[in-house]
């Protein structure tokens, strides 16, 4: 008759190893999330003092280019555009820093009610290109801070316009769909749509996958989507392939579920 070995047994830690361990474990988790705390301050901070240069320095290129000969207007335009570039740069930071640092205080908020009033400040550029918009209303009520969610749904509209060629009406439809305690938000567009490859990649900082003189953006606007979701408890990723058009997701907790007033 063969015998079976039996497995060695588990050492058991002393309580005092296990509260020290346990200790350790807290203490880094909570310096980590100081040191996120700090880099997102500093890149706040510098943000915020680089708009004053930044003005005068478009103000001197304004001046130049009211009295300056022909040959040297094209340079000042091109000054002018850079600053231009970079106050947009500079004004996507401090969304990202202000989405960490801030509190969230979460509460019931209407999708549909928040979407208005982006399709408002939206209004010209949709109509300029000619937009076919198909917003499923009501949208399900979720548990979420008003502006941040805000900034998800702009994000998700302007990225939809830049990234449908011009020579197509773009196809945007909003949609939302209930999960248990899960409310899903879609963003649907008709596209150049995404390799599988950069599906992650475009929720990073900085992360272009084509240069600023083709599409327009600071390659934050994505990376603002995902941040304003997990701080408000949710997540946001894309289904997309290339040419067929992009299906971005937002997940948040349900305004029917959970009781108003919660702070993250």
Not at 1 to 24: D, N, Y
Not at 36 to 46: L, N
Not at 119 to 139: F, H, I, Q, Y
Not at 221 to 246: D, F, K, N, Q
Request: aromatic residues 6%; glycine residues 8%; proline residues 6%.
């Amino acid at each position: 008759m063969r015998s079976i070995a039996k497995p060695a047994p588990r050492p058991v830690l002393p309580a005092r190893e296990k509260g020290a361990r346990r200790h350790s474990a807290k203490a880094e988790r909570l310096a980590n999330e100081r040191l996120e705390r700090d880099i997102h301050a500093f890149a706040y901070s510098i943000a915020h003092d680089l708009r004053a240069p930044l003005r005068h320095i478009h103000g001197y290129s304004e001046f130049l280019l009211s009295g300056s000969d022909a040959a040297s207007k094209p340079y000042a335009r091109r000054i002018m555009a850079a600053t231009r570039r970079m106050d947009a740069l500079i004004s996507d930071l401090l969304v990202y820093s202000r989405l960490t640092l801030d509190e969230m205080g979460l509460r019931r908020v209407e999708p549909s009610v928040v979407l208005e009033r982006v399709l408002a400040g939206l209004e010209k550029d949709l109509e300029a290109r000619g937009t076919v918009l198909d917003v499923e209303v009501p949208l399900p009520a979720v548990l979420a801070q008003p502006d941040a969610l805000a900034q998800i749904l702009e994000n998700l509209l302007s990225n939809a316009l830049k990234f449908t060629p011009l020579c197509l009406y773009p196809r945007i439809r909003v949609r939302g769909e209930t999960r248990g305690d899960t409310v899903r938000l879609w963003v649907e567009d008709n596209g150049i749509g995404i390799r599988p490859a950069y599906r992650e990649k475009i929720f990073d900082v900085f992360q272009r996958l084509h240069r600023s003189d083709e599409v327009p953006g600071t390659g934050i606007g994505l990376a603002i989507v995902r941040r304003a979701a997990e701080r408000m408890g949710g997540a946001a990723g894309v289904e997309a392939a290339p040419e067929r058009g992009s299906r971005f997701w937002v997940d948040l907790q349900s305004g029917e579920t959970h009781r108003q007033g919660r702070r993250l």
